[in-house]
């Protein structure tokens, strides 16, 4: 398809996805998403505005985000933001895209905790994503986050002020730099053995920060260091969830079992029948 002079919606979204099937990448979902997420509309909206003309500014910025999408670059760093549990995330290559398995992680954080007065802490938080959607969803409870990162921290900081949610955010190492006992810990920490590499999407390996990807002994020392400090941070009748790659159930299990033999542990699928999740409960 020639790129047209000035566009009407419709014909402007057509010469993307053509573009994008030209060198067979990527999908229509992904010019729709730039669209809905750039112009600030819903796909319904996008639809009622498909026959009119698209204004010139409009135009001159998709075709520049379309040349970054066809660099490979993934829409969500094209647009700089997401949304992940009905939340706008600003994301840029400093953080990682969030995934729709950490918000099955969340779901299960919040279905388990309905009170009013938990302390949690989200350890390597990224985007801030989890800890703000736990925020938004329980604002009574006490939400701390940290993060390795200082890149990071900039954007979950900036994330957590643009949804209303009143967030501790610390410079920390695992939790070497964290004070205190919490009711809840929460991570989806780097945990993809570097062997993998081989095997991975290029434009994950591209664009996405490695040190919040991969980690030594199998992609589980982050695990280990979590468990091997966990006792000095987590209250007597704490709660551990882990995001986990889906071979590594059995051995986060192991490790929790070796170090807490009492704890109740459990093992949770995704919607994907995958195993992609870990709770450990201190005795409630």
């Known amino acids: 398809m020639n790129k047209p002079a000035q566009p009407t919606f419709f014909q402007a979204r057509q010469w993307g996805i053509s573009e994008l099937e030209a060198q067979d990448m990527g999908d229509h979902f992904d010019v729709d998403f730039i669209l809905e997420q750039r112009l600030n509309m819903s796909a319904v909206e996008l639809l009622t505005h498909y026959q009119q003309p698209m204004p010139a500014s409009d135009w001159k910025q998709f075709q520049v ?28 290559q400093s953080t990682l895209i969030p995934r729709v398995e950490t918000a099955e992680l969340v779901d299960w954080v ?3 905790n309905e009170s009013d007065s938990e302390s949690v ?3 390597g938080t990224g985007s801030g994503a989890i800890a703000i959607a736990v925020k938004a969803n329980r604002p009574t409870w006490a939400v701390m986050a940290s993060d390795i990162s200082d890149e990071a921290l900039i954007v979950a900081k900036t994330n957590a002020v643009a949804n209303q949610t009143a967030i501790t955010f610390v410079h920390s190492d695992v939790l070497a730099e964290i004070d205190g006992r919490f009711d809840i810990i929460v991570s989806n920490p780097p945990y993809i053995d570097i062997a993998e590499k081989p095997l991975m999407d290029q434009r994950v390996l591209e664009f996405e920060p490695e040190t ?10 982050i695990y280990q260091r ?17 995001e986990i790659g889906f071979k590594q159930g059995d051995a986060v299990a192991k490790m929790l079992r070796q170090k807490f033999p009492t704890a109740q542990i459990e093992v949770r699928k995704d919607v ?5 999740m870990i709770r450990m409960k201190m005795g409630r």
């Open 65 to 92: 985000d379309m040349a970054k999408l066809l660099s490979g670059m993934p829409p969500q760093y094209v647009i700089g933001q997401t949304t992940f549990y009905d939340l706008p995330i600003k994301i840029n």
């Open 110 to 112: 919040l279905a388990d």
């Open 121 to 123: 802490l989200d350890i």
């Open 212 to 221: 919040a990807l991969f980690a030594l002994d199998r992609g589980l020392a």
């Open 226 to 242: 979590i468990i091997d400090q966990l006792a000095e941070h987590l209250k007597k009748n704490g709660q551990l969830y882990l």
């Open 272 to 276: 994907a029948g995958k195993p992609r």
